[in-house]
């Protein structure tokens, strides 16, 4: 099994919908959840991360943990075509600097 | 702010040869990693300096990778000698406090 699930999709959505990612965990050790943007052919950019449980706002994104079920969501409201990318989910430790555990990576498009 | 540059973009290299990456963190800091997504795989940690230590390098996978970090600036990863199930992209990330990494734009290798 691995530590972090992530549906690779795609996940096609009309512009201005709301994008909803997830991911699930199995590590409990796990107390930073992190988000990242990769465009094609470029390196993960980092959108936005939270520690244990609970919710965190930046601008038009949305990060949810619930470490009661090891998931971590990312919602993006108004999305825009530029939104189109792939999101990877990376959990880590703070026992264990470094490490990142990254998800597969869900591959959004946002249709004009 | 200049971001984590890495050198080169890409590179293809025969069966046996040998390839040095290079990375350049972000100036100030200290915490470098490396990365590796092979075809169809999720990103996968390598290792990370402090400086010019190695915090933790549990993800190389054979002594065939060297990783160094002199002066604790730039950072080179040799593969010697490379195989086949080498290429991928391998991407390096720095950052300040240890949580928070910024990737650069990886380099691609082929090996044939």
């Known amino acids: 099994q691995k530590e972090v699930e992530q549906d690779p999709g795609p996940l096609s959505v009309p512009e201005g919908a709301i994008v909803s990612l997830n991911c699930t965990y199995s590590n409990s050790a796990f107390q930073y959840f992190m988000w990242y943007r990769q465009y094609s052919r470029k390196g993960p950019e980092l959108l936005m991360y939270?520690?244990?449980?609970g919710n965190k706002e930046d601008g038009r994104f949305t990060a949810q943990v619930d470490k009661s079920s090891k998931y971590i969501s990312l919602f993006i409201r108004d999305s825009q075509p530029s939104d189109s990318a792939t999101y990877l989910c990376?959990?880590?430790?703070?026992?264990?600097?470094?490490?990142?555990?990254f998800g597969a990576g869900t591959q959004v498009v946002v249709t004009p | 702010e200049a971001g984590v540059t890495q050198f080169p973009s890409h590179s293809v290299i025969e069966k046996g040869q040998t390839v040095t990456l290079r990375c350049d963190p972000i100036?100030?800091?200290?915490?470098l990693y490396w990365y590796r997504r092979v075809m169809g795989k999720e990103i996968k940690f390598l290792l990370h300096?402090?400086?010019?230590?190695?915090?933790?390098e549990s993800g190389m996978p054979n002594n065939r990778f060297l990783a160094e970090r002199t002066g604790g600036t730039y950072s080179t990863l040799k593969v010697q000698p490379a195989e086949l199930e080498d290429s991928g992209v391998y991407f390096c990330?720095?950052?300040?406090?240890?949580?928070?990494?910024?990737f650069g734009p990886g380099t691609r290798l082929t090996v044939t």
């Open positions: 939270t520690y244990s449980s």
């Open positions: 990330a720095s950052s300040r406090n240890g949580i928070d990494e910024y």
């Open positions: 100036s100030g800091h200290d915490n």
């Open positions: 990376a959990p880590r430790p703070t026992d264990s600097w470094g490490k990142l555990q």
């Open positions: 300096f402090v400086k010019e230590s190695k915090q933790d």
